[in-house]
């Protein structure tokens, strides 16, 4: 028989899902638990385990007090004012590790070269205006 607490928990953890468009499959690799079973609880098929919250809640980032209240506050995710991104590529080994510093190379040339462009129109526009 699933307790009130257990069935709280996986519905406030549906609304957070669907609220922040998070996939099911990220959450079932951060936390380790197989994708059957994490849909499976998310539908209410089986019933959630104590070690299950505390692994979901772990992989979300949350405590497990968050998915248990009464009235989940469920901010508007704001990614404009953000300057960072995030990608989880599994477990680190030398081959993604040397992948994501290329990955983060790269970007860096391309602001650079994006930087050397604005500059090189703004200076042309200038001797435009000049020889005029």
Known sequence: MVDAAQNLFVQNLNKYISHYKIK???IAKRAGIEK?????ILNSVQP???EDMHSISDALDKDIKYFLQEKLDLLAPDYKDSASIAFYMGTADENKERLANQVFDLLEHIDAIIGIRKKMQKEALEVWDYEF
């Open 24 to 26: 099911q499959s990220f």
């Open 48 to 50: 959630i385990t104590y």
């Open 36 to 40: 059957n079973k994490l849909s499976r």
